[in-house]
């Protein structure tokens, strides 16, 4: 039994050491075989389910992208003691939601509609820019067709005269 285990052990080593240029070639390949006939055709199948109205709906506003979305978020801060701070989100629709700071340390839990700033669909960006340690801050939104509004307040926001020139 020694003897027979031994010889297997040797067998396993050397067939695995001998390096691939010893080992023997493949063969061709060879000759494609012909496409079999065709079978026979299966019974037919149970009629569809056709798409209900709101399924239509909502497939329509994903394709034409009519849908309400947030496009971008940013920060603010107003006052001094007690400084208010939380986050805003605005949405493709131009409306503003905030997410208002318990205090300094703690996030709040509520999110509220602030306004819509104009009756547009376009809208894609919003940013603050502040000034002397957030003493003054400026908000800025923007649409697809390059419109620009602006606000001190989030509140009240006013249209830029000039509009971006885009290549069109």
Known sequence: ???????????????????PELK????PRGPKGERGKQGIQGPPGKPGKGLSSEELKAIDLIINDKREYVVEST?????FAPTITGFVYLTNYGRLYKLENKNSQTVGKNIELIIRIAKREDFIAINRIAYGDDIKQVFSAATKE???????????????KNS?????
Do not use: H, Q, T
Not at 4 to 18: A, D, N, P, R, T
Not at 24 to 27: G, K, N
Not at 164 to 168: H, P, V
């Open 1 to 19: 039994m020694r003897i027979l285990f031994l010889y297997v052990l040797l067998v396993v080593m050397v067939s695995g050491c001998i390096p």
């Open 24 to 27: 023997l070639p493949s063969l």
């Open 75 to 79: 920060s603010y801060s107003f006052g």
């Open 146 to 160: 390059g419109i620009v509004y602006i606000s001190n307040d989030l509140k009240k926001w006013s249209m830029i």
């Open 164 to 168: 971006i020139i885009l290549n069109n």
